[in-house]
């Protein structure tokens, strides 16, 4: 909760009341992925898994936190998420959210955010043709789903 509102962010602090209020909930888990994955959100439910091994810093973890959050926010449904061109959006505004919260973040730019999404084995929907769709259109690839 203090790292949120020490990252001195609208999201930060749109989290930290999410939390505070209790419609969004964390669990951490001591479970050791073997993929690179910080945590995750169910679908249709409040309740994010922040897995411990990946969340490292209080800053770190917070941006965790704030990307799960994004996913909450976004009301994600199994079908939306398999469309590659929504969950490109979707991770590409969690990812942009997680950047904000955590200046450590390592995906610095949408660009590599999206470089990053499209070699990863956590994104299998999404394929180069579904990124240049997206991007030829025009579309403000980072804005929500709503």
């Known amino acids: 909760m203090r790292a949120l509102r020490q990252s ?8 930290a009341k999410l939390l505070k209020r209790g419609e969004i909930k964390i669990n951490i888990s001591d479970k ?15 309740e994010m898994i922040i897995y411990r091994n990946y969340a490292g810093t209080p ?18 449904t199994p079908a939306l998420y398999a469309n590659g061109s929504s969950a490109l959006k979707a991770e590409l505004a969690a990812y ?24 990863s084995p956590l994104y299998p ?11 030829q259109s025009g579309i403000n690839y980072t804005k929500r789903l709503r």
């Open 96 to 119: 942009g959210v997680q950047r904000r919260v955590d200046s450590s973040f390592f995906l610095r730019t949408d660009h590599e955010a999206l470089e990053y999404i499209l070699k």
């Open 125 to 135: 929907q999404v394929t180069q043709s579904v990124a240049d769709s997206l991007l």
């Open 59 to 76: 800053k770190q973890a917070a941006g965790l936190v704030a990307h799960e959050a994004e996913h909450f926010l976004q009301n994600l």
């Open 32 to 46: 050791i992925l073997l993929a690179p994955q910080g945590g995750a959100m169910p679908f249709a439910s409040n």
């Open 8 to 15: 001195d962010t609208v999201e930060g602090a749109a989290v």
